[in-house]
């Protein structure tokens, strides 16, 4: 600094700022390698809504300096598409929406899922349909978000029906737009999942035709991107431990639990109380036994050839350490 002092002032001004300048650059790596965090993929309902409400994962990261984003996502497929493109790191999709995204190609692995809940998702008609039985799809439009929980749902309530896949009019849209067609009377029935489903009953009186019930175990799985729960295991056991904590309360606080999803969700406190009582707690870590269900589901998808090629579901796992 005594070479500074003996400087016109122009020159000392400009040394100060290279030496600013320096400092920032040599401080900016650093910071860049000491920051972490989570970037979570979550729909309009479920354990990590819950969980968001809540604020406690937040509180926990923050004591190792990891930060938590949150991104909505309309439904599954489209959430995974976000986590094979990184855009997120972890989310939450039903039992379709991964077998596709690994037929795609998507570098992801299970971490997690919650017990059957089939009761959760349903094929439903309009009030005033003259539709009585899953035999009276045959030939209907029937509207369902492509290679969602729902479309495993359609198929096997097709197949104890003994109407062929190819002998109906499946209308591929999202939740919002398939609720539009169905209000409209564009489409015959609607293969659709909680809580646009309790909407659907509570809202326009849709008759419900089937559910899981007897057909699908609708599990509910989280998925992480391979990259990020390699190199972050800690994250993704304190984000399960988390979910794990919120299932135990949400299981015992079922009013909580629809005011704090009403406040994130923006539907009626009815609606979610509605669906929530048919919602299954507890997370748990991915087992051989889910795992070989899932290998069920994409054999089904191949041999009807929704999916371009045949999966090894349990290929998209961590190795175990």
């Known amino acids: 600094m005594s070479y500074l002092k003996h400087q016109p002032r122009q020159h000392r001004r400009h040394a100060l700022a290279l030496m600013g300048a320096a400092v920032l650059a040599a401080a900016l790596p650093v910071r860049a390698q000491a920051a972490r965090e989570v970037r ?6 479920g354990t ?27 439904a599954g497929p489209v959430l995974l598409e976000g986590l094979n493109v990184g855009s997120i790191d972890f989310g939450t999709v039903g039992e379709a929406p991964p077998i596709f995204a690994q037929a795609a190609g998507a570098n992801l692995v299970y971490v997690g899922y919650e017990p059957p809940s089939p009761k959760s998702e349903a094929i ?37 029906a003994g109407v062929a896949y190819k002998d109906i009019q499946p209308v591929f849209l999202p939740p919002a737009d398939a609720r539009a067609a169905f209000e409209r009377g564009a489409v015959d ?13 509570h809202q326009l009186g849709a008759r419900v035709l089937a559910d899981g019930t007897g057909l699908v175990a609708n599990h509910q799985f989280y998925l992480a991107a391979r990259p990020y729960a390699e190199k972050n295991a800690d994250i993704v056991a304190i984000v399960l431990e988390e979910m794990g904590k919120v299932d135990d309360w949400g299981r015992q606080h ?22 929530a009582a048919r919602y299954s ?35 998209a796992q961590l190795a175990a350490r």
């Not at 968001?52 to 300096?65: D, H, I, P």
């Not at 005011?259 to 669906?275: D, F, M, N």
Request: zero cysteines.
């Open 189 to 201: 029935a609607w293969a659709i999942w909680d809580p646009f489903l309790a909407a659907a009953e």
């Open 40 to 45: 979570i993929g979550y729909q309009k309902y």
């Open 48 to 74: 990590l809504t819950l969980l968001k409400g809540r604020g406690t994962l937040e509180k926990r990261l923050a004591e190792k300096g990891v930060a938590v984003k949150w991104t909505e996502f309309p």
């Open 281 to 315: 707690y507890g997370v748990k870590p991915v087992s051989p036994a889910v795992i070989a269900e899932q290998q069920k589901i994409a054999d089904v998808f191949t041999s009807l050839k929704l999916i371009p090629n045949p999966i090894n579901v349990k290929s």
């Open 254 to 275: 079922p009013a909580e639990v629809a005011s704090i999803l009403a406040r994130q969700t923006g539907l009626e406190a009815a609606v979610l109380e509605k669906a």
């Open 124 to 160: 439903v008609v309009p009030k005033g349909s003259s539709l009585r039985t899953l035999a009276d799809l045959r030939g209907k439009k029937v509207a369902l978000n492509k290679g969602s929980n729902v479309h495993y749902l359609l198929v096997k309530a097709l197949e104890k």
